[in-house]
């Protein structure tokens, strides 16, 4: 099962149903979340993230207040999972 997103623009992007998270500007996936989180834990520079985010994506990085959001929990809970 597939669902189209736009966000801000014409362009629609398919993606796996239940196989994307969202952030305020567009829908990222598990593997660009994931690569975020493990860039800030070594490097702890969000400048450094976007950097390498742009370079291995070749995509608008998150914001700064997401990829912090995304890293508190993890080394809270030691997960990337929506916990409610």
């Known amino acids: ?9 014409s362009q629609f992007t398919f993606l796996p149903l239940g196989d994307v998270s969202v952030c305020s500007e567009r829908v990222t996936a598990p593997e ?6 493990l860039v800030y ?19 608008d990085p998150p914001t700064d207040k997401t990829i912090r959001a995304w890293y508190k ?9 929506n916990q409610k």
């Open 1 to 9: 099962m597939f669902f189209a997103v736009s966000c801000f623009s």
């Open 32 to 37: 660009e979340k994931s690569f975020c989180v």
């Open 41 to 59: 834990h070594t490097s702890k520079s969000v400048v450094t993230v976007k950097r390498a985010f742009r370079a291995k994506y070749a995509n």
């Open 73 to 81: 929990p993890f080394i809270e809970n030691g997960c990337l999972c």
